[in-house]
């Protein structure tokens, strides 16, 4: 019986080549969609799940309120490590404290910047590491450090690493040994690309700052690692340590802070904090893609029903001659179920391909490393169980519709679809044009907002503005010449030092006081420490005020506000006020227009500038507009080299690293592009099936109206107009579900573009222009026909 249905539906697949074309293409893109977004949301969930422990590691946070204000970050005291170990022993497992951060390392002659981690010796086990040489114990040695595989290779080739000596900043007090050599973390894991784990100990005992942070419960600069014990969670010990922090750091009145526990399981998910609140992240698009990928395959299914449901009276007779002799309904429901099934097997082959063909484009341009899960069980067993869904989903409308037929009626010619026969189909082309004009019109809307965000004005000259971290003893010394021969060979405009980069802000402060301050202001203010010069190089747009200058020592103790800073504090004439910080006086030399140095659709912060009595960690430099970029760089190359050889030349153009603040949006926008697209083709394409069947199945009736007259434009007119209809009541139904779900999806950002009618009356334009070219291919072949052809039986 089984081998009797396939040879059916093999011979029905061949006897209508151009339908069964449109069945299996259509169901294999609606496949290959669903299966890379799977691909996708499953290489998101599984984020982090390299680690063993992954369902009790959590980093320890801070929610800092004054008033109605709140932050939530991750940087930490160092002494709350210790208190934590000590007075929650039951609580955890394991504490660890980390720094991570980018540091030169060399051997020999090879030297790379790299990404890596100072951490406690517990750092390893806690992420259970797989060490390829050594052990996790290695950390225990001061002097040591363990080397992921791929850096490994990078520094020494073939050679064997254990106990090789390479040197860290170029000092020469940092000669660290190697003593193990552990597995490349995955890119779907928060730690991918840390190349290298060196002693706390280390850390401590080399760097001044540290070591005088060792007691200091105020100087936020760490991270927290903790595995909880086996009988706690992450709620209960997050209740237990909230109020450790207020109780040894005492902060200033008004000023509140608590403690948290942020989970491995949301620190990718959810990584988004509003107003100290968790409010999501990266699982919203988890969510907007799995919805599209379903919608994508219903589109799909629904050609299929379409088309099956529309060729059931071609297949009537064959179902009353059927159930003449004997068949029974459930015999017929198998048979169109099964051919279903192969269509959808079919498909599932060919969307496999079509996956491997894409994958790459696809990986790009989601930034991922995604392959097909081949010899996973689980996919296949998904694949298989997806195929059989599928079919069964797509088939079982036409199956029950067409094993409903009466033989009686149907053989003896009396049998008609009837009006009402018509309404499914009409009713799915509505839902498939409204589903692929919202997902069109939320790709313009994306777009939209990108570009807004892209124009809004900085703050400062991006163009031509390059930065490079300051990692070696060396480039501290030479700084003064580097500049001078820099700027004495016309590579450079100006230089200047900053503690951060110009297109980020790494600290922020409390506890300035100010003429008329108000006991519930208490908010941080974003601190950036720059040198003389820095106005210049960045091009700072003054409001009031002047510069740092170098012809006044009084300088030193004077500031710089941003208007977000001025308008805070409710200064009406700012310049020349006095801001007072632990105990001593600085007085307001500018105001400069707000930069926006951190993420461009968050509200710009106040921010405070101050001068910086010693170096700080980036070099800014404005190349000369007169030299060519490749000549400006190769200049700087050449003196960075001469006077710092120890660190390769590594920079940062401005403009570069503003641009990759969208590169999240942009990726969102590629992708809701390429599935819209693929959304209306599937449309279109059983849109074009449908208008060729019912074309064909009017064959006579076009005859008649051309024999007595109707001209090709009257019968264009006829075939086409229902078909207008129909995406009319789509675009009518689709511009208010996307306004308002674009809506709620804008107001996430505090700069955004407005939802403007022309996107809705482009995009339903569009979707009708599209349609009516679908389906005047067939219906002006239809209306140019001989009628001779289609009435010479009658």
């Known amino acids: 019986m089984v081998k009797n249905y396939l040879k059916i539906a093999i011979r029905n697949m061949f006897k209508n080549k151009g339908i069964s074309f449109i069945n299996i293409f259509g169901l294999s893109a609606g496949m290959a969609v669903t299966m890379l977004i799977g691909l996708w949301i499953w290489n998101e969930l599984s984020y982090d799940k390299y680690h063993v422990h992954y369902d009790q ?21 160092i002494p709350l490590a210790a208190e934590l170990r000590s007075s929650y022993a039951n609580d955890f497992k394991q ?44 950390l225990k040695e001061p002097g040591s450090v363990l080397l992921s595989a791929s850096f490994a290779r990078s520094l020494f080739g073939d050679k064997d690493p254990m106990d090789q000596l390479i040197k860290l900043d170029n000092n020469s007090q940092l000669n660290i040994k190697v003593t193990g050599v552990y597995e490349d973390l995955p890119d779907n894991t928060t730690l991918a690309g840390m190349n290298y784990i060196i002693p706390w100990e280390l850390f401590v005992s080399r760097w001044d700052w540290v070591k005088n942070s060792k007691d200091n419960w105020s100087f936020n600069s ?14 209960k010990v997050s209740r237990k340590i909230k109020d450790v922090k207020t109780i040894h750091a005492k902060p200033e009145r008004g000023f509140k802070v608590d403690l948290f526990l942020h989970p491995m399981s949301k620190w990718h998910l959810y990584s988004t904090f509003e107003n100290g609140i968790n409010t999501g992240g990266q699982i919203r698009y988890v969510r907007l893609f799995g919805i599209i990928g379903i919608f994508v395959l219903l589109l799909a299914c629904i050609n299929f029903m379409n088309l099956s449901t529309a060729r059931s009276e071609k297949r009537a007779k064959e179902v009353g001659i059927r159930k003449a002799i004997g068949s029974m309904r459930r015999q017929l ?3 169109f179920l099964s051919e279903s099934v192969m269509v959808a097997a079919f498909s599932f082959v060919l969307s496999l391909l079509l996956v491997l063909i894409v994958l790459p484009w696809f990986n790009q341009v989601a930034d991922k490393h995604i392959g097909i899960l081949w010899s996973s069980p689980g996919f296949w067993l998904c694949g298989i169980g997806f195929s059989l869904f ?29 009006r009402l026969a018509a309404v499914p189909r009409k009713t799915l082309i509505v839902v498939q044009f409204t589903v692929s004009i919202i997902l069109i019109i939320g790709t313009i809307v994306i777009y939209r907002q990108i570009q807004f965000a892209k124009d809004l004005p900085v703050g400062y000259t991006r163009n031509g503005l390059l930065s490079i971290q300051m990692t070696t003893p060396e480039i501290y010394s030479n700084y003064n010449i580097i500049r001078t021969e820099l700027r004495s060979s016309g590579a450079i405009t100006e230089m200047s030092e900053s503690q951060g980069p110009v297109t980020d802000i790494w600290s922020s402060a409390g506890g300035f006081e100010w003429k008329g301050r108000k006991p519930d202001q208490q908010q941080g203010f974003s601190v950036i420490g720059a040198k003389f010069g820095y106005g210049k190089v960045v091009d700072w747009r003054f409001v009031a005020g002047r510069d740092f200058s170098e012809q006044f020592a009084t300088d030193s103790m004077g500031l710089i506000l941003n208007e977000a800073a001025v308008k805070y504090m409710g200064l009406e004439n700012p310049v020349g006020e006095i801001i007072r910080k632990d105990s001593m006086d600085y007085h307001v030399l500018g105001v400069v227009k707000n930069m926006i140095m951190t993420s461009p659709y968050e509200p710009v912060r106040p921010g405070i500038y101050y001068l910086l009595k010693e170096g700080g960690n980036f070099i800014n430099m404005r190349v000369n507009p007169q030299m060519s970029t490749t000549m400006a760089l190769a200049a700087i190359e050449q003196v960075m080299q001469k006077y710092n050889p120890a660190a390769p030349f590594e920079y940062k153009f401005a403009d570069q690293e503003y641009a990759r603040k969208f590169s999240e949006e942009e990726r969102i926008g590629q992708l809701s592009t390429f599935f819209a697209v693929l959304a209306i083709m599937i449309s279109c394409l059983g849109l074009f099936g449908l208008a060729s069947f019912l074309a064909e199945q009017r064959t006579k009736e076009i ?20 078909f207008v209809i ?17 809506h709620k999806w804008l107001m996430q950002y505090y700069y955004h573009t407005t939802i403007v009618w022309e996107i809705f009356a482009v995009t339903g334009a569009g979707a009708l222009l599209i349609a009516l070219a679908t389906v005047s291919y067939q219906a002006a072949k239809a209306a140019m026909a001989n009628p001779v052809k289609s009435l010479r039986a009658e």
């Not at 590691?57 to 991750?74: F, H, L, M």
């Not at 005859?703 to 229902?722: E, H, N, P, T, Y």
């Open 57 to 77: 590691i959590a980093q320890v946070w801070q929610r800092e309120t004054t008033g109605e204000q709140s932050d939530a970050y991750n940087a930490m005291p």
């Open 95 to 138: 504490v660890v404290l980390a720094s991570l951060g980018t540091h030169t390392v060399s051997f020999g002659d090879k030297k790379f910047t790299s990404m890596g981690a100072f951490m406690e010796s517990g750092g390893p086990a806690l992420f259970s590491l797989k060490i390829l040489k050594g052990s996790q114990a290695a």
């Open 222 to 235: 760490m991270r927290i690692f903790v595995q909880l014990a086996d009988n706690t969670d992450f709620e």
């Open 333 to 335: 429901i198998s048979q």
């Open 390 to 418: 599928t079919g069964l989903l797509a088939g079982s409308y036409p199956a029950l519709y067409l094993s409903s037929f009466q033989p009686l009626k149907v053989l003896k010619g009396t049998f008609r679809v009837g």
């Open 703 to 722: 005859g008649i109206r051309k024999a007595l007259g109707a001209s090709v434009f009257q019968l264009w007119q006829m075939l086409s107009k229902d």
């Open 726 to 742: 129909l995406v009319s009541i789509s675009c009518c139904l689709a511009i208010p579900v996307a306004w308002y779900c674009l």
